[in-house]
């Protein structure tokens, strides 16, 4: 079992839909992040969540909205997205905020059409 | 606000070719810098930690080290399965988060 399991892989949704994307950690760790990775672009930090607490909202469209139940797990829904929002969303996991390296999920490849 | 550029933005190598792949960063008050592989469609895979200027840490074939305003990864006579995308990260002593560099995609030929 991976340390940060991110699920779907693959997800291809159209402008009026409404999905999630799930992510869950195994390390016991108490903060948690969203990122978004786009091609020719550094990762952009989305949101960071400390012990459930969101502490930080990076400029986010409000389209994206995240939600996180426990330090396990931390949610991503979308709704009525662009087609310039597909790319790799990436979820990652670390012991606290800025305090140590985070560990990545494998990503959610996500095509807007 | 931090800023971290990576260069070269490719590299092209033949097996058993050393080089090195460069991290320039500008922060406020520097926590850690931190060195990611990232293979096409999957998460970054950690690789090392470096807290302070001089430290140095090795892993196989890579080396990392950190100066005060830039850091290198060393890689020794690379093989094929090194080929990869190797990121580059800095955490500030005010940042919640990680603030990433853009990449080195890095092409390790027989």
Known sequence: ETGVTQTPRHLVMGMTNKKSLKCEQHLGHNAMYWYK???????ELM???????RVENNSVPSR??????NSSHLFLHLHTLQP?????????SSQATGLAEAFFGQGTRLTVV | EDQVTQSPEALRLQEGESSSLNCSYTVSG???????????????????????AGEEKEKERLKATLTKKESFLHITAPKPEDSATYLC??????????????????LVTP
């Open chain 2, 30 to 52: 520097l926590r850690g810098l931190f060195w990611y592989r990232q293979d096409p469609g999957k998460g970054p895979e950690f690789l090392f930690t470096l807290y302070s």
């Open chain 1, 64 to 69: 994206f909205s995240p939600e996180c139940p």
């Open chain 1, 47 to 53: 949101f960071v969540y400390s012990l459930e607490e």
């Open chain 1, 37 to 43: 990775q786009s091609a020719k672009k550094p990762l």
């Open chain 2, 89 to 106: 990260a800095v955490l500030a002593n005010s940042g919640y988060a990680l603030n990433f560099g853009k990449g080195t995609s890095l």
């Open chain 1, 84 to 92: 310039e929002d597909s790319a790799l969303y990436l979820c990652a």
